[in-house]
């Protein structure tokens, strides 16, 4: 399995940014995959998942401004990042494993045994 973040870099708050997570060597399309992101001495916090079904999960922190998308065709998962704040700012890591949930669940990082090496975001203005 192997995953590989891309997208990151610098936004101004307010602004738009979209993370794409390219997979392989699984099933991408019945597998959960999801985005999660650290920030320095901050635990590794979920954002957002798409499972099969298809089912999304998003962390209230998230909700109505990140959007988790994928496109089978290309492997690659999505996260469009709008109005971006500045709480946002951290390494953002795209994350796979084959058992999927539809609860909370789906975005807790303790479930998923697969991870990308991270990109990075940070907003200033």
């Known amino acids: 399995v192997q995953l590989q973040e891309s997208g990151g870099g610098s936004v101004q708050p307010g602004g738009s940014l979209r993370l794409a997570c390219v997979a392989s060597?699984?099933?991408?399309?019945?597998?959960?995959m999801a985005w999660f992101r650290q920030a320095p001495g901050r635990e590794r916090e979920g954002l957002a998942s798409?499972?099969?079904?298809?089912?999304?999960t998003y962390a209230n922190s998230v909700k109505g401004r990140f959007t988790v998308s994928r496109d089978t065709a290309k492997n690659t998962l999505y996260l469009q990042m709008n109005n971006v704040h500045t709480g946002d700012a951290a390494l953002y890591y795209c994350?796979?494993?084959?058992?999927?949930?539809?609860?909370?669940?789906?975005?807790?990082?303790?479930?998923?045994?697969?991870w990308g090496q991270g990109t990075q975001v940070t907003v200033s203005s």
């Open positions: 798409f499972c099969p079904g298809p089912t999304t």
């Open positions: 060597g699984f099933p991408f399309s019945r597998w959960c």
């Open positions: 994350a796979a494993d084959a058992r999927y949930y539809v609860d909370y669940r789906a975005i807790v990082p303790e479930y998923y045994n697969y």
